[in-house]
Nanobody
Framework: VQLQASGGGLVQAGGSLRLSCADS????????IGWFRQAPGKEREFVAA????????DYAESLKGRFTISRDNAKMTVYLQMNSLKPEDTAVYYC?????????????????WGQGTLVTVSS
């Protein structure tokens, strides 16, 4: 498994970004994927997760309604659509794959991590 996160960048508050997480070795289609983020000086925190089928999703409570996770298994890619971005969303965003049936929100339940993509939201 080799995960590659992309799509980060600089955006103004209120704007949108779509992050992508691609499994470049095309081995992870049957596994759940999660997104996490880490802001400067803060702990890594859960953002969202999606089951291998896409039928189950979970979000950090504070992000519900603004962020949407989805996946296209034919493209081996998971997306994170982020709308109405706020300066406090500024962070490095990581995608991660779990071999567990449903890993939930704990980062320790995820086995493979991408390199991260930086999202900066200006006020």
């Amino acid at each position: 498994v080799q995960l590659q996160a992309s799509g980060g960048g600089l955006v103004q508050a209120g704007g949108s970004l779509r992050l992508s997480c691609a499994d470049s070795r095309r081995t992870g289609s049957n596994y759940a994927i999660g997104w996490f983020r880490q802001a400067p000086g803060k702990e890594r925190e859960f953002v969202a997760a999606i089951s291998w089928s896409g039928g189950r999703t979970d979000y950090a409570e504070s992000l519900k309604g603004r962020f949407t996770i989805s996946r296209d298994n034919a493209k081996m890619t998971v997306y994170l659509q982020m709308n109405s971005l706020k300066p406090e969303d500024t962070a490095v965003y990581y995608c991660a794959l779990s071999t567990r049936l449903w890993p939930g929100i704990q980062s320790a339940e995820y086995d493979y991590w991408g390199q991260g993509t930086l999202v900066t939201v200006s006020s």
